[in-house]
Structures are given as C-alpha cells and as structure tokens.
C-alpha cells in the first residue's frame, strides 16, 4: 500500500521558518523523484521544488529561491522542504508527489497535503 504522509505544517508568523517532512511507504522511495506542491485558495496546484532520485538535480519555483530548500534521505525513504523567510503569499497546503517515469509507463503519488498557513 502506497503512502505519503506530510508533516511539519501550521501557523508561523511572517519571516518565520517551517520543516516539511513527507514520509513514503509502499514504493520503491529511491528510484522516484520527488516533489513538493502547493495549492492556496482559489489557485491551481503549482510545483515550488522538486528532487531526482538520487539528488543530483533540484529545480525550485522563482517564487521561492533562496529561501526554500528540498532535501531527502534516501535511507528513511524521507523527503523534506526547508522553508524560510515565509510570506502570506506561501499561505497554502502543501502536497508531497512522487513520480516515477519507466519507458510508457508513469507512476505517481500524492500525499494528503499539509496546511500552512503565514500569518501575524
């Protein structure tokens, strides 16, 4: 059984810092790369990082360069999201995806996402 389950999420203040911390199961965590989304109120889900498999190669978002990072810890089947200096504009919920591309063939999984909310 596939799972993704998102922590770290909740109210932080402007300027503050949050950890997000997605914890995989049921798949081969390794050979899949991993993403973070995020969806706020009345906005398409939009991709803010993501990491290949062995993370070699990380691309983020420009709206959050340099002050979010997207590590993982292949060996806890773990990925995380670093996330400094928050703004309201990061009010979201968050949404670990993993996917995995083999010749025709796409496999994808989404966690349950993790609300955030930047706020004084």
């Known amino acids: 059984q596939v799972q993704l389950v998102e922590s770290g999420g909740g109210l932080v203040q402007p300027g503050g810092s949050l950890r997000l911390s997605c914890a995989a199961s049921?798949?081969?965590?390794?050979?899949?790369?991993m993403s973070w989304y995020r969806q706020a109120p009345g906005k398409e889900r939009e991709l803010v990082a993501a990491?290949?498999?062995?993370?070699?190669?990380?691309n983020y978002a420009d709206s959050v360069k340099g002050r979010f990072t997207i590590s993982r810890d292949n060996a806890k089947n773990t990925v995380y999201l670093q996330m400094n200096s928050l703004n309201a504009e990061d009010t979201a919920v968050y949404y670990c995806?993993?996917?995995?591309?083999?010749?025709?063939?796409?496999?994808?999984?989404w966690g349950q996402g993790t609300q955030v909310t930047v706020s004084s």
């Open positions: 995806n993993a996917r995995l591309v083999r010749g025709r063939n796409e496999y994808a999984y």
């Open positions: 049921g798949f081969t965590f390794s050979n899949y790369r």
């Open positions: 990491i290949s498999s062995a993370g070699g190669t990380i």
